[in-house]
């Protein structure tokens, strides 16, 4: 029988809550968001902000053409153009993309919610299809925030004070997105475009424009090219507001605002070359990104068996059967430079990623049961040959824990955390408590790609105890033995009462490690009785007794490949950083 009750050494300290994240307000129009295929690579511009510790307002324009066919619409009617009631019709191309890249960022276990034009409350005077904002009442946008790590708002409309939807010129989300950060007293927004920053021409008709690094308010109005709103630039410097001017990339960005500095030119880069190892669950999904982002070039992927028929989205087998190979020199032959591996077996990954390593290739990794052997070793090998390993993705899915306890590290010692650590055992534990077998909640876990390969991992609390060993190693610099982590096993013979959770333990108790995964009903938090399906949760709680908390999809295919995707961002950042040294 499952034991029920935690092992409490001693109980650790009260937790207090630590001051909400900031805010970041990020713009994105319809040259990124362009139709529904985009929205993935949206979530993801959100996802890094959020894995740096921020909640974001995303103002989202409607899709490409979306105004145009809606105004065309309206006017088929054969009203006059400025009829007061068309902008409220207008917008509900802002809206449709609005719900549609919140929808992906829950995809990817983003906490997210909308709001429409009336709920969002920024008041307007002036035309109807070119008023000009002039109050926020911020009620549901608060709330939204309180609520939530990520609030998606159309941007172009606002209402009027007889109580009509009004527009905001053409560019408008420009506007919606320096007014709210103005209100909301930030100091500076990001305007995500197609572009990586201001040029001093357009850099697609012509290869030898010059790229500013900071530009002022003026130069961009003068330079004009409609990149950002000119209403909008001049919010930003009646604001005193920072412009970022930026692409997905998440690399040079220019910064419009007080100071300038004159534009120089762009030295041409190629695309970083990464490879996958695994095609499976996540391996898959993370290629499904990847063959389509033009800033990567894949050149292979490792499998046991090649031959095998593959699910990667977007990718037909003739186009994957030459990048698939079958052992670890034939992947690194390809000289990548950045290695994703997400492979189901732990001897096989640590080897991989022991050779890669060794040759200078840059690692991040899903695959707990490799990185937590050694994860001290893998890093000072990783050193030696002037490379980096990441392993976001091997603890929480989709949810940033490693960089939660990064951050909650780096502002002084930890005391110990609290967490929810593998999704099979969570979506099962709701599913028994529906009534379901044991056998067809298992399946379905597996199903759902929740669970390992064999599943025996999950439910005997190994994943759960290798994942511990990594926190404690951010948490500590120390790890416990897998063997001295006590683990409660969930199985068809004794399955825990209704409201049960697998919560892992872990404490520096008078210098000694205490850890453990058991199977518990009561004396939780509340954040790990809140969780459902293959949802992962963790608690920090630090030496001064306040607490972090984060919370997300822990497993599956879609959070676990954007958390190994935000390691390769970073890496590539990283790479980019020395190539121009
Ligand atoms: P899958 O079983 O779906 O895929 C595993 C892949 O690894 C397969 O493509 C398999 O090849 C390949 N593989 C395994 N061993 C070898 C080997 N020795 N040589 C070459 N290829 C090999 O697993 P997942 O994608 O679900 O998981 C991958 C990793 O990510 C695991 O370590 C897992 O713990 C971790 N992870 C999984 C999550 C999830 O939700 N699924 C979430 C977070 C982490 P082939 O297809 O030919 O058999
Ligand atoms: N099998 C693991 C789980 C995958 O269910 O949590 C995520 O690490």
């Given at each position: 029988m499952p034991g029920l009750a935690l092992l409490r050494p001693e109980p650790l300290p009260a937790a207090a809550a630590r001051d909400a994240a900031p805010v970041v307000v990020m713009k994105f129009g319809s040259s990124v968001?362009?139709?529904?295929?985009d929205a993935p690579a949206v979530a993801s511009d959100i996802y890094a902000e959020v894995r740096r510790g921020r909640r974001v307002i995303a103002v989202v324009s409607a899709f490409a053409g979306e105004t145009d066919r809606l105004l065309a619409e309206a006017r088929a009617l054969g009203l006059?153009?400025?009829?007061?009631?068309?902008p409220a019709y207008v917008v509900q191309g802002e809206e449709r993309s609005a719900a549609l890249a919140a929808l992906a960022c829950d995809r990817i276990g983003l906490s997210a919610t909308t709001l429409s034009v009336r709920d969002l409350g920024i008041a307007a005077e002036g035309p109807g299809e070119h008023a000009r904002p002039v109050a926020l009442d911020r009620a549901a946008l608060d709330r939204a925030l309180d609520r939530h790590e990520v609030v998606v708002v159309p941007g172009f409309g606002a209402v009027a004070t007889d109580g009509r939807v009004v527009l905001m010129g053409r560019g408008g989300s420009d506007l919606t997105a320096l007014f709210l950060a103005a209100e909301l007293g930030l100091d500076h927004v990001q305007l995500v475009k197609d572009v990586d920053g201001l040029y001093d021409r357009d850099p697609n008709a012509d290869p030898g424009a010059r790229r500013y690094d900071r530009a002022s308010w003026a130069e961009a109005k003068a330079l004009?090219?409609?990149?950002?709103?000119p209403d909008a630039l001049d919010l930003a410097e009646a604001r005193r507001l920072r412009v970022e001017v930026r692409n997905h990339a998440d690399g040079h960005r220019t910064v419009i605002g007080a100071g300038s500095a004159p534009p120089r030119p762009v030295q041409p880069s190629r695309p970083l070359k990464v490879a996958v190892a695994g095609c499976g669950v996540v391996g898959g999904g993370a290629l499904a990104r990847l063959i389509a982002d033009?800033?990567?070039?894949?050149v292979g992927v490792l499998v046991r068996d090649p031959a095998r028929p593959r699910d990667v989205p977007g990718v037909s087998a003739e186009a994957l059967a030459p990048l698939l190979v079958s052992d670890i020199p034939a992947l690194l032959d390809r000289e990548p430079d950045i290695l994703l591996e997400a492979l189901s077996e732990a001897e096989a990954g640590h080897a991989l990623i022991r050779a890669a390593l060794q040759r200078g290739v840059d690692v991040a990794s899903a695959n707990k049961q490799a990185v937590s052997r050694d994860p001290a070793g893998l890093l000072a090998l990783a050193e030696a040959h002037g490379a980096r390993l990441l392993w976001?993705?091997?603890?929480?899915g989709g949810a940033p824990m490693v960089e939660a306890l990064r951050a909650a590290r780096a502002q002084g010692p930890v005391a110990g955390f609290e967490a929810v650590l593998n999704g099979t055992v969570n979506f099962m534990l709701e599913r028994l408590g529906d009534g379901a077998s044991f056998d067809a909640a298992l399946a379905e876990a597996r199903a759902a790609g929740f669970?390992?390969?064999?599943p025996s991992s999950d439910l005997e609390g190994l994943d759960a105890a290798a994942k511990v060993r990594l926190l404690a190693f951010e948490a500590f610099g120390v790890m416990p033995d897998e063997a001295d982590i006590p683990r409660d096993i969930l199985s068809a013979d004794s399955p825990p009462a209704g409201g049960a959770r697998q919560l892992c333990r872990c404490r520096m108790d008078n210098g000694r490690l205490v850890a453990e995964v058991r199977l518990v009903t009561?004396?939780?938090?509340p954040l790990f009785a809140a969780l459902r399906g293959e949802e992962n949760a963790l608690k920090v709680i630090a030496a001064d007794g306040s607490a972090v908390r984060r919370r997300g999809r822990?497993?599956?295919?879609w959070a676990t490949a954007e958390s190994l995707l935000a390691d390769l961002s970073d890496l590539a950042a990283r790479r980019l950083a020395l190539r121009n040294a």
């Open positions: 968001l362009a139709g529904p295929a006059a153009h400025d009829n007061p009631l068309l004009g090219g409609g990149l950002v709103q033009r800033r990567v070039e894949v976001s993705a091997s603890v929480g669970a390992e390969e064999d009561d004396a939780m938090d822990g497993a599956g295919r």
